[in-house]
C-alpha cells in the first residue's frame, strides 16, 4: 500500500523557518516525482514545488522562489521542504503528493496523497 | 498568468447527472484533471489525461475537454459525492488549479 505521511508542521513567527518531511513506502520512491501543494484555511489548492526522480530538476510557484526549498533523499525514502522566510500568507495544510506516472514526464497528475500537516504563521 | 475559472457551488438532486466546468484559454489544447476533496480529507485524483479514470474511481464519474472548457460530469449522483472538486492543468510548466467547485446533493 502506498503511504505518505507528512510530519513537521507547527506554529511560527513571521520570518521564522521550518523544515517538513514526508515519509513514504509502498512504492520505488527513486522512480516518481514529488509534489508539494498547499491549501489555506478554507481555500482551493495551489501547488508550490515539484522535484524529479533524481532531484535533479526542481520547480517552484513564484510566491516560494528564494523561500523554500524542496529536496528528497531516495536512501531513506523521504521528501522535505525546507521553508524559510515563513509569511502570514503561507499558512496552509501542506500536502505531499506521489505522481501518478512511474518515470514520468512531472507534468501529469498526484495519484496518492499524505494526510497533510498544518504549517500557522503568526506572532 | 493561466487561469483555470469554475463555479464556486452547484446543487444536484440525488440520482440525477452533475456538470462541473472548468475553463481556460485554450485548455483543450491541454490535459486536464480533476480531484475530489471530502470535508477534512486529502484530495482524490478522479480523472486525469482528460478522460482516464484511476483504479478504483467509480465508472459515474466522467471528463471530457474540448475549446476552452473541461467538464467532470457525475452520472446518477450519489450523496457520497458532495464535496470540492477541483481542475488543474500545466501551463509553461507550472501547476493551475481551479479555484474548485463545491458539489451539493440537495
Known amino acids: 500500500e502506498v503511504q505518505l505521511v507528512e510530519s513537521g508542521g507547527g506554529l511560527v513567527q513571521p520570518g521564522g523557518s521550518l523544515r517538513l518531511s514526508c515519509a513514504t513506502s509502498?512504492?520505488?520512491?527513486?522512480?516518481?516525482?514529488l509534489t508539494w501543494v498547499r491549501q489555506a484555511p478554507g481555500k482551493g489548492l495551489e501547488w508550490v514545488a515539484n522535484?524529479?526522480?533524481?532531484?535533479?530538476?526542481?520547480y517552484y510557484v513564484d510566491s516560494v522562489k528564494g523561500r523554500f526549498t524542496i529536496s528528497r533523499d531516495n536512501a531513506k525514502n523521504s521528501l522535505y521542504l525546507q521553508m524559510n522566510s515563513l509569511r502570514a500568507e503561507d499558512t496552509a495544510v501542506y500536502y505531499c503528493?506521489?505522481?501518478?506516472?512511474?518515470?514520468?514526464?512531472?507534468?501529469?497528475?498526484?495519484?496518492?496523497w499524505g494526510q497533510g500537516t498544518a504549517v500557522t504563521v503568526s506572532s | 498568468s493561466y487561469e483555470l475559472t469554475q463555479a464556486p457551488s452547484i446543487s444536484v438532486s440525488p440520482g440525477q447527472t452533475a456538470s462541473i466546468t472548468c475553463s481556460g484559454a485554450?485548455?483543450?489544447?491541454?490535459?486536464a484533471s480533476w480531484y475530489q476533496q471530502q470535508p477534512g480529507q486529502s484530495p482524490l485524483l478522479i480523472i486525469y489525461?482528460?478522460?482516464k479514470r484511476p483504479s478504483g474511481i467509480p465508472e459515474r464519474f466522467s471528463g471530457s475537454n474540448s475549446g476552452n472548457t473541461a467538464t467532470l460530469t457525475i452520472s446518477g449522483t450519489q450523496a457520497m459525492d458532495e464535496a470540492d472538486y477541483y481542475c488543474?492543468?500545466?501551463?509553461?510548466?507550472?501547476?493551475?488549479f481551479g479555484g474548485g467547485t463545491k458539489l451539493a446533493v440537495l
Open positions: 489525461q482528460d478522460t
Open positions: 488543474q492543468t500545466w501551463d509553461s510548466g507550472t501547476v493551475v
Open positions: 522535484i524529479k526522480t533524481d532531484g535533479s530538476e526542481k
Open positions: 485554450n485548455l483543450g489544447e491541454k490535459f
Open positions: 503528493a506521489r505522481d501518478r506516472e512511474y518515470y514520468g514526464s512531472g507534468r501529469d497528475s498526484w495519484s496518492n
Open positions: 509502498g512504492f520505488t520512491f527513486s522512480a516518481f516525482w
